[in-house]
């Protein structure tokens, strides 16, 4: 199956400064690439719906200016996390859909997660 | 994209069948069923999916019901490696646009597999 990579794993943080993760394809290009953030004991809840070339979509309550979305490149979405604090502590995943294919049935395929502790 | 019940947790023996329920009563004609898992800390994955025959692949069974309200996900042989969250997910399939792989994840059921 395709392959979805993040980047960081795990990072640790200082409180009010920002924090980059990388979603990267590697195998297909990705038009579209979801970010859901996971707090313990929840369920994955979308964010953002990043597309290549434009404007990420956020979810209600999302603050864009918060978590900012790049989709520079068919095979890279970064999220960034500015002036982060403790409650953004998550698990952060991305997913992504390959371009130009029909109905899989797959449809998202997911990346590791990326484990951020704000302190 | 319709509702999804799951129980919260179940537990299975190892070695032997898991059998993960999901109602989803208010399912559509177009909409279909997918299972995905987590094991902690890890993104999810892809399991199976059916629209409204039985559907069986190398990781497990999807048994759907005629009149499509409930479905079931069959792990023949559960492994310890099987403990996870399965997360039972009804959606339109290539719905298109950005809603294209766009998945709303409900509270899944946590699957504990013990020796």
């Known amino acids: 199956g395709a392959v979805v990579s993040q980047h960081p794993s795990r990072v640790i943080c200082k409180s009010g400064t920002s924090v980059k993760i990388e979603c990267r394809s590697l195998?297909?290009?990705?038009?579209?690439m979801f970010w859901y953030r996971q707090f313990p004991k929840q369920s994955l809840m979308l964010m953002a719906t990043?597309?290549?070339?434009?404007?990420?979509?956020?979810e209600q309550g999302v603050e864009k200016d918060k978590f900012l979305i790049n989709h520079a490149s068919l095979t890279l979405s970064t999220l960034t996390v500015t002036s982060a604090h403790p409650e953004d502590s998550s698990f952060y995943i991305c997913?992504?859909?390959?371009?130009?294919?029909?109905?899989?049935?797959?449809?998202?395929?997911f990346g590791q997660g990326t484990r951020l502790t704000v302190v | 994209d319709a509702k999804t019940t799951q129980p919260p947790s179940m537990d299975c023996a190892e070695g032997r069948a898991a059998n993960l329920p999901c109602n989803h009563s208010t399912i559509s004609g177009n909409e279909y069923v997918y299972w995905y898992r987590q094991i902690h800390s890890q993104g999810p994955q892809y399991i199976i999916h059916g629209l409204k025959n039985n559907e069986t692949n190398e990781m497990a069974s999807l048994i759907i019901t005629e009149d499509r309200k409930s479905s079931t996900l069959i792990l023949p042989h559960a492994t310890l490696r099987d403990t996870a969250v399965y997360y039972c997910?009804?959606?339109?399939?290539?719905?298109?646009?950005?809603?294209?792989?766009?998945?709303?994840f409900g509270q899944g059921t946590i699957l504990t597999v013990h020796p």
């Open positions: 997910i009804v959606r339109v399939a290539n719905a298109g646009g950005t809603s294209y792989g766009k998945l709303t």
């Open positions: 195998d297909f290009q990705a038009t579209t």
């Open positions: 990043s597309n290549e070339g434009s404007k990420a979509t956020y």
């Open positions: 997913s992504a859909r390959e371009i130009g294919t029909g109905f899989t049935g797959t449809e998202a395929f």
